[in-house]
């Protein structure tokens, strides 16, 4: 027989909640737009379940739940694009998934424009922050969905949005991250990660790390409290406050990070 160590209970503050939180809590990342073209009609639909599932071949997956007209056309089409939008366009992408392109020429609709792919048929939105070309190998039926693994044939981004990697700093050339329903977030800020180089103790590296991340949070909340009490003073006196230059001092990017709520603030022309 063998010992079953004993494991502490759960914690009393943790939620047990439904099986189909587990998608949710997956979520996060970019939304995309994907298209699609057959018999010269085209298609889009916003697109929140994919992943990489291979770097050699470059192969990626994405889930579609077998109603959608999308299913059909990329059936047919044997290949789509992945268009990545632009922070702004969150309110094309909620309208364009509460629309099926069966009935609808939703590009049309949406009035986005578009232009010429590279190795596929499907139309590219102007205004995104990147572009996926993709033909599919793979055609499986999962429960609701269907996966579609495909090979990618071309990419393309706009350097505005993406380096080596997403640009946090990109301010209005940030992509879109959804997070379910109605709610969509940006990326904010990127961070390095120091992983501890002494093998010898990685737990007390590890947990030094810990105490040094929170105390930096609380350092820079309270910063933005403390800058946050000099504006509401200067605003009540009615002098006009530089946002940018009290941004500066908070060593933030974007003055929206400050709660203005309180009163008028006169920053600099845009
Ligand atoms: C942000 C967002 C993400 C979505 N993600 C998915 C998804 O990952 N898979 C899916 O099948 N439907 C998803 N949908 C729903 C489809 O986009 C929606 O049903 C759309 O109208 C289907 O269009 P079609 O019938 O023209 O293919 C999403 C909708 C939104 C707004």
Not at 15 to 29: C, F, K, Q, V
Not at 256 to 268: I, M, Y
């Amino acid at each position: 027989m063998t010992d079953t160590p004993l494991l502490q209970p759960a914690p009393e503050s943790i939620e047990r909640r439904p099986l189909s939180t587990a998608a949710r809590i997956l979520m996060g990342g970019p939304v995309v737009l994907v298209t699609t073209t057959w018999r010269g009609r085209s298609n889009v639909m916003p697109l929140a379940w994919h992943m990489p599932v291979s770097s050699d071949p470059a192969l990626i997956a994405i889930a579609i739940e077998q109603s959608r007209y999308s299913v059909d056309m990329i059936d047919h089409a044997e290949e789509f694009a992945l268009n990545i939008p632009k922070r702004p366009m969150l309110h094309h992408v909620q309208y364009l998934g509460a629309l099926s392109g069966e009935h609808v020429d939703k590009l049309e609709a949406a009035q986005l424009a578009h232009f010429a792919p590279a190795r596929v048929s499907a139309p590219l939105i102007e205004g995104c922050a990147a572009w996926i070309e993709a033909g599919v190998r793979h055609q499986l039926p999962f429960g609701d969905h269907v996966v579609y693994i495909a090979e990618v044939m071309a990419v393309h981004v706009d350097p505005a949005s993406f380096g080596e990697r997403w640009r946090t700093d990109a301010g209005e050339d940030r992509p879109l991250l959804y997070l379910g329903g109605t709610a969509y977030s940006t990326l904010d800020r990127e961070q390095e990660a120091r992983p501890p180089r002494d093998l010898e103790a990685p737990e007390r590296i590890l947990a030094e790390r810990i105490a040094e991340e929170l105390e930096l949070t609380t350092e820079a909340r309270e910063r933005r409290e403390e800058i946050e009490g000099q504006l509401a003073d200067e605003v009540q006196r009615g002098n006009i406050v530089d946002v940018s230059e009290l941004a500066a001092d908070l060593d933030i990017d974007d003055a929206d990070k400050l709660d203005l709520s309180g009163g008028v603030v006169l920053g600099e022309p845009d």
